[in-house]
């Protein structure tokens, strides 16, 4: 009775938990590309020999326990050991069986999936750079009518979303400020590459993943089939920020493709062309810099998290001099910091423009509770001619 009350107490457990409603699905998600089509029919074919050699498998062994059990009478033919011949040949037959399912009826699929994962070199229109950095991802077109393009994307889920202080959207963590946009039907190659850490870009209904090395350059292929928006996660563990680290990519025409590399590289050489610009204007766009790309380390606040990461208020970086006598940028200074980076602090100089690098350093001087004495504004021709 105990085990039966057990038992009930499950049961209800079990059909309470449906109510949470959560997100399932019995196979793979909708495949998308050549690539996540044969490897969801791989899998498939796959997930049947696997059922066919179980249900095979559990019949014998059922049939044996019923058939030879002690209630039935059943008992040994011998009490000896059969002969050291018949060992050996019910050793070899399901070691035969296995080689001809592994290398023959599964291995030839498998094979074909491999080295279509790996061939990038057919028929590719576009090539794309992908860096992975904690924890964010960085685009570059480096061919085509999009060639020149390069942005990043950030995680746009907010801060007050992640504390429960504000209602959670229907893509929460999954929501990026700029999407990878890819044409429909075009064979894109993509050249894959970390600046710090191991990362993995993928896209479930893209088929594959690879991962992101420092230092080499890692190859794969992506062609959507179908327009729409695809989102994926970074896969590979990367550190403190990983959850944070979503990939969204809008598959559309090839025409809405070409209208939006227009209107991006002609948003981009605005965002190049050199101008004076007041405080108040690098405070705004500073802070939307700093709350994208510095807070993941550095806090909403300043505050750091130390001694990993530590903190900017009060900092002598971001308060002490950048300049020296002669108008040229000392080295470890904040300037200097930002654009090549120290340490665990990546370096920002292939990442953002001169106007972002100028507005996120003049605002780190004037808020986070600083109040730099000296260079409190830094200019976009500062930061050009110290590039220079």
Known sequence: MQGMK?????????????????????????????????????????????????????AIMIYSIVTHRQSKGYKPVADKAPSTAVEIFWTLIPFAILLLIDFVIMGIPAYHSVVMMEDTRDQSTMVIK????????????????????????????????????ADKGEHYLLEVDNPLVLPVGEKVRILMTASDVLHNWWVPQFGSSRVAVPGFIRETWVQVEKAGVYRGQCKELCGKGHGYMPVVVNAVSKEEFAQWATKKQGEQQAANDVKEMTKDELLAQGKVVYEKNCAVCHQVTGAGLPPAFPALTGSKIATGAIFGADGKYQKDSH??????????????????????????????????????????????????????
């Open 130 to 165: 992908i860096t992975g950095s904690q924890w964010r991802w960085q685009y570059e077109y480096l061919d085509g009518d999009a060639k020149g393009i390069k942005f990043v994307s950030n995680l746009a889920t907010t801060n007050d979303q992640m504390h429960n202080a």
């Open 335 to 388: 300037l200097d910091r930002v654009l090549n980076g120290k340490g665990v602090m990546p370096a920002w100089k292939a990442t953002l423009n001169d106007t972002e690098i100028a507005a996120v350093i003049t605002y780190e001087r004037n808020a986070l509770g600083n109040t730099a004495a000296v260079d409190a504004i830094v200019q976009p021709a500062q930061v050009k001619a110290a590039r220079e």
């Open 6 to 58: 057990k038992l009930g107490v499950g049961a209800f457990a079990l059909f309470l938990s449906l109510s949470a409603r959560a997100d399932f699905t019995w196979n793979f998600p909708e495949p998308v590309t050549p690539m996540a089509l044969d490897t969801l029919h791989v899998h498939n074919k796959f997930m049947l020999i696997t059922a066919v050699i179980f249900v095979a498998v559990l």
